[in-house]
């Protein structure tokens, strides 16, 4: 049998396949700092240019859980893996580290398993840690589905020129951001030197109509088109971007990814 006969997706809803369970602390965002189950889903519904986890958007024959929490020392379990396996994991490394924060659902997009999520999450709930969803923005349907399990919302807003297809559909970033706004939920927008002014005020108008009180934070891309691992995007550049959205929104930062810089996962 070969490797790919393996990469089952969980499409029953009681399975998924997920690229790795991990302890690390929050790189992104405006909760930077804080300790968290990592659960990296793979698999996702668009292609961005400066993604920096490729190695998540296909399914994978096996899953990378980590053994003690911090340690890096990882087994592997034949992917996919069912909801008692995950949970049971994921409990395990809350009795072994008291002070994790929540726990992250990450990708790949992990909505575009909402099915699973719909069966998983009452069963993470009972860790009594919060509920982490970082996701893309573009799913508002399969967000509704699982918005009262979630406790808080990293959304990205993507934008046309960091889309390898070029397109954004802002109705679907707007009905989104509109059932997102009603949990703990902040924004990111990933700028680079390719992003236009006209998107950066587009994302702002959008957020602004809806609240103009959500946090944003300004992502710099970090990685070029070819893979690089580089600052691709000048401070100038990241100030021009911060002053047309704060001139419609009240909180906004420059954040770059943290984990990054200090060499984490």
Aim: hydrophobic fraction near 40%; proline fraction near 5%.
């Amino acid at each position: 049998m070969t490797k790919l006969a393996y990469m089952k997706t969980g499409t029953d809803l009681n399975t998924a396949n997920i690229f790795s369970i991990f302890a690390s602390v929050q790189g992104e965002g405006i909760y930077v700092g804080v300790p968290q189950i990592f659960m990296r889903f793979t698999g996702c519904n668009i292609r961005c240019d400066y993604c920096d986890t490729t190695e998540a958007l296909m399914p994978q024959a096996v899953a990378r859980m980590e053994m003690t929490p911090f340690s890096g020392n990882m087994k592997l379990a034949p992917n996919p893996l069912s909801i008692e396996v995950i949970a049971g994991h994921i409990k395990e490394m809350r009795d072994v580290f008291s002070g994790f924060h929540s726990i992250a659902l990450t990708g790949g997009e992990p909505l575009v398993c909402n099915g699973f999520l719909k069966k998983l999450l009452p069963e993470l709930k009972e860790t009594g840690l919060k509920i982490f969803l970082e996701t893309n923005g573009t799913l508002p349907e399969k967000l509704a589905e699982v918005i009262d399990m979630v406790d808080i919302i990293s959304m990205d807003i993507k934008t046309p020129s960091g889309i390898q297809s070029g397109m954004v559909d802002w109705n679907k970033t707007k009905e989104f951001l509109e059932i997102a706004s009603g949990k703990d939920c902040y924004l990111k927008i990933l700028v680079g030197e390719k992003t236009q002014d006209e998107e950066l005020k587009k994302a702002g108008d959008l957020a602004a109509n809806i609240n103009p009180d959500i946090s944003v934070a300004i992502q710099p891309v970090f990685r070029d088109s070819n893979g690089k691992n580089c600052a691709c995007v000048s401070l100038k550049r990241l100030t021009e971007a911060y002053d047309l959205l704060r001139s419609v929104m009240n909180d906004v930062r420059i954040i770059p990814q943290v984990h990054k810089l200090a060499g984490w996962n």
